[in-house]
């Protein structure tokens, strides 16, 4: 976030709307959008390099920047494979796309209990 008090409370997001412009679109330009890893990679390890204790932290370029364009790119990678986006990634993802089971919600309708 932005962090600046006087605009939406400082959870502003024009920093990582600035990253996605200026740092992150010119070195993706022309990349195949159905190489979703080599994207992620390339986000992640190469333009913000960051680390932490348990990995790769995203603190250069922020987790909104890096998040937003991986989920442009697996939209546009979708298009582009004339795919629905839930079977594209399953598909990305190694996993069959020929059948899929819709979720059963299960949840608690009557409580007991004091």
Do not use: H
Request: glycine share 10%.
């Amino acid at each position: 976030r932005d962090g600046d008090k006087s605009r939406l409370l400082g959870k502003g997001v024009l920093k990582a709307v600035s990253n996605v412009n200026n740092l992150i679109a010119p070195k993706l330009i022309g990349m195949d959008v159905t190489e979703q890893v080599k994207i992620d990679k390339k986000m992640v390890e190469e333009l913000d390099g960051s680390k932490n204790e348990w990995g790769w932290s995203k603190s250069k370029l922020g987790a909104n920047a890096i998040l937003a364009v991986s989920m442009a790119v697996c939209r546009a990678g979708a298009a582009a494979s004339a795919m629905p986006l839930y079977q594209y990634i399953a598909k990305i993802s190694g996993k069959p796309t020929d059948k899929f089971v819709m979720p059963v919600p299960s949840f608690n309708v009557i409580n007991g209990g004091s």
